[in-house]
């Protein structure tokens, strides 16, 4: 390789690069432009696209750039022109070319992208260069950095919990069972909960952001085989307390996006100012029984007990300009662990996060319960076996406390944040019961 | 629960904090004395350990005190006193206290903790609340932190790949089988080196820390069957460009480790000035050739060709004081994807860097095989079928650039920053051919 200092093609748009200065920069062909006596195409990197021009007098020149195909690979030496005409306003006038690679013809095509067509996920691997994707993939990068930075900045520890595991979290209906050396009985996890749980006794207040997997049989738009969970679990916190944090980290999401990816916002076409609304604290909170009687008025049958579907929290959170918390859900909504309300043990002292605009839960979450005599009733209750969660029963034998902790899938919050219609596009190799390649 | 403002206990060793001051703190009971007229007890939270004194005469308290056990969960409302004879120079004068939960007697004995027991292992979800645990936790949360920032800082995006994958990267051997739907030839991740490949050609410098499942039958002290892989991919690099990046994130690490954890790092009896030593660069940087011939002199029977054992490993490193490149490797030592030599066909553009004081190795990197041709030719000298790598083999058809990546082993690496002697300890929920509980 080359000891030559490239530039990053976002950095030539800089008020402080001069018109007349010489650059050197590297990337793919994005667009090509092929007339009698002049070449132009757009080169784009990571950071930017440029047009770039190459004259037929060129010489030793023209006749590389004659054979240019989309996404080829070259660098370029070149002297940098303003040029209103050039989009961006900049373009760089081509003095030499290395072709590093000449692209074979690229399988995607216009119509492919136009009817959004199954063919752009079997061609994964390639479609992620699109500046659709990568305006996605940069979201979701500052997604995940605002997630850590704002358990960091409150004084959470970031722990690791096993992916194989025993016994279900969330029901045994969603388990991927595993070839564990021969050995039956071993599942991937479907939420880091319980291990947290045990970690709170330790460092009191914990987060993990980890895979988590769910055999889920539909053909939803809004689920995935294996997503991206950041869960926290704090100790000594009541229900109030840990929707305070939910609140307060999906809205430090959504500001940190917003101030850093309002480029590629606007490339997805999505409204800023929406999400600057959206994201104004406090949420709405309404109660599971506040919440029936919204779906009654629209028309909903639905009866105390029955959990909401997809059509009911659209119906829902089209009454709210904000996310809504969803609060107090019967018991046989929820998952055993959740600790029912002492003053109504017929609820839980659960929440849901309902994102606006249909997007659906993106976050689950409530106290769980502490006293052991109260969770093996509960377990057995459920029709479970106390024996297949003993080490998390234990839990409850030695210095239990009070706790809360939550769930948040981030694909399904990076789709809000993105206005995506369908959560594949939000995590770059999307895995459902049709789909494990690319 | 009560709206009392709690002082976390590390910080009631302040010098801000006076003798006498009114305090409130929570946590568990770590140590108790019983004597006639008083009782003494530690009490630890996430941040700290502090001597608290009841007194006989103190009414309504001792009867809660008497009957406390380890582990039990407490709130105490007391007096800050300075007191030359409490651990630390501090203790609390109880005025009031509540029992959350008095705990079962504690199962873990200071036998089994003497004795290194495998018991540990089966109440492991009580264990981590040690102070050995606990240390270790707390630096390996400042080992993710340390790596998120240092890729940040350099301009890397942070992307994820899938878990579920339908070719090896690493060899089929250590492939663990998942039913996916009933559908068979669905496994779980060794690596995502190559999805990482995949978005190189959107965001150039990208990285990953994510789960990684080796299905490793031996049981060494330095392998488990799911680990934390901390891995990056970058356009336009060389190997020595890549050695560059790989030495300057493990000295990062470090500092950072050695900056904010000494508390963690001396409870562990881990000397600081080893490791500082250790992180300085560059590291130690010989090739394969050397490597054989210091193994020669120090007795081993090794031919050329041969990959490295643990006993060579350990042996090699033993000649170093910081960290040592091992570069060069032969063809058949390393998986396909490696580039070979141009200069030197029979061996690989590839470095292993090995830990000091016998870790072993923690990165595994180079270049990889750039050219579709020479790629679909090495995939067939490895005895594997190219339509299996379909997706991959693409990535060269469509403007390929040079490129290099590595594969840091996260436990392996706390294994040695911490010093510890099995690497089932550098993680919170150990995972291995025997054990997949807690």
Known sequence: MVAIEFTEIGKLFSSDVRDGTAVSIRGWVYRIRKLKDKVFFLLRDSSGVIQCVVDKNEEGIWEKVEPLTIESSVTVKGVLKY???????????????????????????EDAVRSESEYLLDVRHLWIRSSYMTSILKIRHTVFEAIHEYFRKNGFYEVQAPMFITAAVEG????????????????LTQSSQFYLEALIYALEKVYTIAPSFRAEKSRSRRHLSEFWHAEAEVAWYSLKDILRIEEELVAYIIKKVVDEREKELKTLGRNVDILIKESELPFYRITYDEALEILKRKGFEVEWGDDFGADEERALVSEFDKPVFVIGFPEACKAFYHRNDPERPEVTLSADLLAPEGYGEIIGGGERIYDKDELVKKIKRFGLDPKDYEWYIDLRRYGSVPHSGFGLGVDRLVMWICGLKHIRDAIPFPRDIRRVYP
Chains 1, 2 share one sequence.
């Open 172 to 187: 045994g209906a969603t388990l991927f069972q595993v070839d564990y050396f021969g050995r039956k009985g071993v599942y």
């Open 83 to 109: 040029d209103k005409r050039a989009p961006g306003g900049r373009e760089v006038h081509v003095k030499d070319i290395m072709v590093v690679h000449y692209a074979e013809p690229f399988p995607i095509t």
